[in-house]
């Protein structure tokens, strides 16, 4: 075992060929409801470095899909066989998580192979524990019944990083809890962004979500994370709507309907812009839908309107910004990217990202789409597959897988002996 500069075990300091791994991947994804066919693979994707990795060991992979009451809370399955697919190996699906059969089937067998249980959320237990509550997860059924089969546990789960659920935490004082590539790459990946010092650097933060993106706006600027925030779509209108701004009914009744606590994340906008007024950079002009007029930003907008694209005066300051830029954040399009009239804001910045030469990290599926659609995506650093563990990530809230791979380090390094 590697001693590792790291908080947390890597694939690295172990020796686990002929080990049986259980792997814990987040391959969470959206499903066609007539059909129940999975749309995208792209989680599958960024796992397969951690499984190739694994190839002279027993894997046995844990993930989940959806949650009870959703439509598409649904078997593995066709997970499994996707998996298969992409790796072009067998994968042997078991309908149950734990119990005899499992036990049979994963002492039987060989190095090499590669089984998938079923959907942790078919089990209260992975849910309904206190994610504090340790103890209560080790004499879990589902954790007293799967221990003994596994040599290591490797978590590569990063879009569920921020869940603290027993297959995801559980673990970690039973055997060595290792993190996958894809968790080593992410968390990699964000803390050069985060803790580097290369400056000019900037965050543009846009689309719709204004509650995450407005979480992340505050925990960049109070720590002093990044220099200047660029604003796009809905998150622009919040920001200017705090600064008094006419933004017209629409925008405004938007904001209302899809934010309960809509006062007080204007009210949070209000004073980001206060204390930090030359770090948040807000549109000086829009394009409105559905007539494709352009409109200077503080006229007034028609109640029949909505601000769906940035102009192309802030189109040409943004970029001038993005242009000087040493290190680069984007999460949310610029407005209605997926209509051609309203894309232009969206497209230009992504350009302008993928032509500069910093460090350049993409997270949100909207922004991936953008990069995917316009063949950029080689042209980023980094892009993350994190939803709301991304956010939750910058915004410095704790991360209880992170904690929980530290933790195992903690408690295995220097005693553990395979």
């Known amino acids: ?7 947390y075990f890597t694939l690295d300091d172990f020796k686990l060929q002929g080990s049986t791994v259980f792997l814990r991947v987040d391959v969470n994804s959206p ?3 007539v059909t129940g066919e999975i749309i995208g693979t792209t989680r599958f994707h960024s796992h397969l470095d951690t499984i190739r990795k694994l190839s002279d060991s027993k894997v046995v992979i844990l993930a989940h899909q959806s949650r009870p009451g959703k439509e598409d809370f649904t078997s593995l399955r066709e997970h499994a066989r996707i998996f298969e697919s992409l790796l072009d190996r067998n994968v042997d699906f078991v309908d149950s998580l734990f119990g005899d059969y499992v036990t049979s089937k994963v002492k039987k067998m060989r190095s090499g192979e590669i ?9 209260s237990e992975e849910v309904n524990i206190d994610g504090k509550d340790l103890a209560a997860m080790e004499q879990s059924n589902l954790v007293r019944k799967l221990v003994p089969l596994m040599n290591y546990f490797v978590n590569d789960a990063f879009p569920a990083i921020h869940r603290p659920q027993t297959t995801l935490v559980g673990f970690q004082r039973l055997v060595p809890n290792i993190a996958g590539e894809l968790i080593n ?3 990699s990946s964000l803390s050069s962004f985060m803790g580097g010092d290369m400056r000019p650097k900037i965050a543009i933060l846009a689309g719709a979500k204004i509650n995450e993106s407005i979480s992340v706006a505050s925990s960049f600027l109070k720590n002093g994370t990044i220099d200047r925030i660029l604003t796009g779509g809905v998150v622009a209108n919040a920001f200017l ?12 009744e938007f904001i209302v309907k899809n934010n309960k606590n809509y006062r007080e994340l204007i009210d949070v906008c209000r004073d980001l812009i206060n204390r930090y007024p030359e770090s948040v950079m807000l549109p000086t002009d829009a394009v409105l839908y559905p007539s494709k007029q352009r409109l200077i930003v503080g006229e007034s907008v028609p109640d029949d309107q909505v601000m769906a694209d940035i102009g192309v005066d802030t189109i040409v300051e943004y970029i001038d910004t993005i242009s000087r ?8 399009p610029m407005g209605m990217y997926e209509f051609e009239d309203f894309s232009v804001g969206t497209f230009e910045v992504v350009r302008a990202i993928a032509r500069n030469k910093g460090l350049k990290i993409a997270g949100g599926g909207h922004t991936l789409s953008v990069l995917e659609h316009l063949n950029l995506m080689s042209k980023i650093s980094h892009a993350s597959t994190g939803g709301g563990a991304l956010i939750s990530y910058l915004s410095g809230e704790e991360m209880p897988v992170l904690e929980a791979l530290k933790a195992s380090k903690k408690f295995f390094a220097g005693k553990y002996h395979g």
């Open 1 to 7: 075992m590697a001693s590792g500069e790291r908080e």
């Open 185 to 187: 790459r992410e968390i």
């Open 31 to 33: 499903m066609n409801p």
């Open 115 to 123: 089984m998938m249980l079923e959907n942790t959320r078919f089990y």
């Open 325 to 332: 830029a040493q290190a680069i954040f984007m999460n949310g």
């Open 241 to 252: 709507w705090a600064k008094g701004i006419e933004i017209g009914k629409r925008n405004q």
